[in-house]
T-cell receptor, first 110, second 113 residues
Framework: GEDVEQSLFLSVREGDSSVINCTYT??????LYWYKQEPGAGLQLLTYIFSNMDMKQDQRLTVLLNKKDKHLSLRIADTQTGDSAIYFC??????????FGKGTMLLVSP | EAQVTQNPRYLITVTGKKLTVTCSQNMNHEYMSWYRQDPGLGLRQIYY???????DKGDVPEGYKVSRKEKRNFPLILESPSPNQTSLYFC????????????FGAGSRLTVL
């Protein structure tokens, strides 16, 4: 079956913008999410977007949704070393059952 | 504090020795779920529960059991653990409304020798 796809690794310098991309599987997904996992910790919700929106901005985070291409992106402005983590894209196929991508490891160097 | 609590956080056991990983949430959430996280495979759902006494298989249920006798608890049972169940396990819960945002526990790292 199809999977939620993400690039596995991204490396940026502190102060640059980071863009993490994701393609999801089901055009009927109601919500799409970005979760962050820091080393040794569980997943924490960063932000989510409802499927009838194209963009959502929350401080340094910008989420863009292209429903036609089933493409979701997360932009982090002014990336800091504390942003180093694994970022997971997820789609909601119904109720609370989420399907996750394999995660993108973001490494921010000083 | 609203949270999902898992125990134990770390466990080393031997093949065939039954074990239970407990999960408890204090948010009165209807939905609870177990995931395992493995390198290169991301998060895969094991079992989920829509409410008390309602459980269903996820993508990788083989070798696991769950129960939901109370709304707040959702234990994961490994009746006869095997080395391929060595993994990082996460419990999560959410309200069955709105954006269905999952709240995750801190994880339980299990090693089966």
């Amino acid at each position: 079956g199809e999977d939620v796809e993400q690039s596995l690794f991204l490396s940026v310098r502190e102060g640059d913008s980071s863009v993490i991309n994701c393609t999801y599987t089901d055009s009927s997904s109601t919500y799409l999410y970005w979760y962050k996992q820091e080393p040794g910790a569980g997943l924490q919700l960063l932000t989510y977007i409802f499927s009838n929106m194209d963009m959502k901005q929350d401080q340094r985070l910008t989420v863009l949704l292209n429903k036609k291409d089933k493409h979701l992106s997360l932009r982090i402005a002014d990336t800091q070393t504390g942003d180093s983590a694994i970022y997971f894209c997820a789609e909601n196929l119904g109720y609370s059952t989420l399907t996750f991508g394999k995660g993108t490891m973001l490494l921010v160097s000083p | 504090e609203a949270q999902v609590t898992q125990n134990p956080r770390y466990l080393i056991t031997v093949t065939g020795k039954k074990l239970t990983v407990t999960c408890s949430q204090n948010m009165n959430h209807e939905y609870m779920s177990w995931y395992r996280q493995d390198p290169g495979l991301g998060l895969r759902q094991i079992y989920y529960s829509m409410n008390v006494e309602v459980t269903d298989k996820g993508d990788v249920p083989e070798g696991y059991k769950v129960s939901r006798k109370e709304k707040r608890n959702f234990p994961l049972i490994l009746e006869s653990p095997s080395p391929n169940q060595t993994s990082l396990y996460f419990c999560a819960s959410s309200r069955e409304s709105g954006a269905n945002v999952l709240t995750f526990g801190a994880g339980s790292r299990l090693t089966v020798l």
